[in-house]
């Protein structure tokens, strides 16, 4: 019998999800950040780059500040009003010391108790091989939710007011091919179609499907296979680490 998925823990007020590119949240959880931000949840976006290297057509000068744009309307559809973006070069992160003090510092910024990635191995599920930016943002965000809490690491931190933070309890890796968690998707499902779609002008050009039929059949199909390790219901799956 397939093991079943646990539900994500609820007690707690705060999370950061931290990736590499716009859209990586929406392929991976916004319906499950469509039903925190419901149930009064605060939850904030991190990204290390602009995607300006994700559309041959438009060059890095164009296409960082469209897909910005984009990213912020698609966080508003499921109710994250705070996006930040750090400026890490797309296609090239580099994971090391300057990646895992700027999330180190962000998460002392921001203080979350649940910290969100994208899957950080080297294969989606040993069928396609994953890009070194999410390998490089997904360790180092695991890397950096200790780096937080320990004042003696990156201590020019607290010289800018950031104090250590040690209040991160879980990491939860979306698109990870050992899920042990899940959240119901019912909720959230539809404007997590709706926060994809706001991708518009990336998904032109990645798929000759129509948009919505592209993002509606992806989305809702994820969901429903989640469902029969979730007591039937459509669910976003989290590998969760406790801290």
Same mark, same amino acid.
């Given at each position: ?24 949240? %929406?392929? +991976?959880?916004?319906?499950?950040? !469509? ?18 290297? +994700? ?12 897909? %910005? ?43 979350? %108790? ?25 360790? !180092? ?25 040690? +209040?991160? @309890? ?20 539809? @404007? ?23 993002? @509606? ?10 469902? %029969?390790?979730?007591? +039937? ?11």
């Amino acid at each position: 019998m397939t093991e079943q998925l646990k539900p994500m823990p609820e007690d707690w007020r705060r999370a950061l999800a931290v990736v590499a590119h716009p859209d990586d949240l %929406e392929y +991976g959880c916004a319906a499950a950040v !469509a039903g925190w931000t419901d149930a009064g949840r605060e939850v904030t976006y991190l990204l290390a780059t602009r995607g300006e290297a +994700g559309i041959d057509t438009l060059g890095p000068q164009e296409c960082g500040p469209l897909r %910005e744009r984009e990213q912020r309307a698609s966080a508003a559809a499921v109710g994250v009003s705070r996006v930040e973006f750090l400026d890490h070069r797309d296609g090239v992160i580099e994971y090391g010391i300057p990646l895992r003090r700027d999330i180190a510092a962000a998460i002392r910024r921001y203080r979350p %108790e649940l910290l969100i990635t994208l899957n950080h191995r080297d294969t989606w599920g040993g069928v396609a091989w994953n890009t070194p930016d999410h390998r490089a943002v997904g360790r !180092a965000t695991l890397d950096a939710a200790a780096d937080a809490g320990n004042r003696w690491i990156f201590p020019e931190l607290r010289e800018r007011g950031l104090e250590p933070w040690d +209040g991160v @309890r879980w990491v939860a890796v979306a698109g990870s091919s050992t899920p042990t968690h899940a959240v119901d998707a019912t909720a959230g499902l539809e @404007r997590s179609v709706q926060s994809l779609l706001a991708h518009r002008t990336y998904l032109e050009v990645l798929t000759d499907e129509d948009p919505e039929v592209y993002c @509606r059949t992806f989305l809702t199909g994820n969901a429903e296979a989640a469902a %029969e390790r979730f007591g +039937g219901r459509p669910a976003v799956p989290f590998e969760l680490f406790a801290r």
